[in-house]
């Protein structure tokens, strides 16, 4: 190792502070020394516009990406649902923390009744095309509005505002500690590909760097991730689109949901397998091929 600190690279919201300081923690425990460089994102400053019309490939992640390529950081840290499934030629994507709890949680203002009622009238805060579209699919008598901002901002955006609750990842609050007593797991929401995973980069050919993210890589989070971020990056083609994907890995085998919709929530594709886990490399491409011809291209082709 070198003498020098390894220098990671964040966002400076809270959140991704935490994540960075819990990536120093575990390198500190093999006795690499670093320091934490934050630096702000096009998506943390313009926090008012919907995320797809910022383009949602790499708005939180293109800056951590310019700081590896000017030497500015060696590694950078990322939500890796954040983070585009193809890097930029000359980054690597080379460590998988441990994940999180990936699924979403409601967040209620108040009565919670109206959730089992298909037929209810309610407005819902998300700033997510894929919650949007999901929870249509799910209530198609409600509205939803624009909610951007950090963890803790969207939780007071929540108490000033008259909707009836809000959608929110439950990684990022329990990482916070800021789980509401209320809120009530979507059992039935298909996360967003990699969801509570922290993902770590580094610039191609930096071997501290390298072996530094080796030690940290958890296996079980690299296989799950990979799997639905290539449903994704299959699916996709360069379009913001309503995509959900969660593979789960069971003894020796692997069992996979993943769903597409239109923006409105109307129509949905869904792909629910399994398959055994030594095949998992090709698993994502299998399973979003089988999404397409189901008719995820039709749904693709309106939102092109």
């Given amino acids: 190792m070198s003498n020098s600190p390894i220098r ?19 390198l500190r425990v ?9 630096v702000k994102s096009q998506g943390d400053i313009d926090t008012t516009r919907p995320l797809h019309e910022l383009g949602t490939t ?15 950081i060696d590694i950078a840290v990322h939500s890796l649902k954040d983070y585009p499934t193809q890097p930029p030629a000359g980054i690597v994507l080379s460590a998988h923390l441990e994940r999180e709890d990936p699924m979403d949680l409601f967040i209620p203002k108040g009565d919670t009744s109206f959730l089992n009622d298909r037929e209810s009238v309610s407005t819902i805060g998300t700033g997510s095309i894929r919650r949007v579209a999901q929870w249509l699919h799910h209530f198609p008598n409600h509205t ?17 505002s008259n909707w009836s609750g809000i959608i929110m990842a439950s990684a990022g609050l329990r990482r916070m500690e800021l789980v509401p007593e209320n809120a009530v797991a979507l059992d039935w929401m298909i996360p967003a590909p990699a969801q509570g995973v922290v993902g770590i980069t580094h610039r191609e050919g930096d071997v501290i760097a390298l072996d530094a993210c080796k030690l940290l890589d ?13 449903f994704l990056r299959t699916l996709e083609g360069g379009c913001s689109a309503p995509i959900g994907a969660l593979a789960r890995v ?17 129509s949905e594709v869904k792909v629910e397998d399994s398959a055994n886990l030594e095949d998992w490399p090709t698993l994502g491409e299998k399973f979003a091929l089988r999404a397409k011809q189901n008719g995820g291209d039709a749904i693709l082709s309106t939102l092109k």
């Fill in 8 to 26: 990671i690279g964040t966002r400076d919201s809270k959140l991704a502070m935490w994540q960075a300081h819990t990536v120093a923690r575990l």
């Fill in 30 to 38: 093999q006795n690499i020394e670093v320091e934490i460089i934050p």
């Fill in 250 to 266: 069971s003894g020796q085998k692997i069992f996979f949901v993943g769903t597409l919709h239109s923006l409105d929530g109307k």
């Fill in 144 to 160: 939803t509005e624009n909610l951007r901002g950090n963890v803790q901002t969207r939780l007071i955006k929540l108490k000033e």
């Fill in 218 to 230: 958890v296996e079980l989070s690299r296989i799950t991730s990979t799997v639905e971020r290539q």
């Fill in 58 to 72: 790499g708005v939180f992640t293109k800056v951590l990406d310019d700081a590896l390529f000017n030497n500015e």
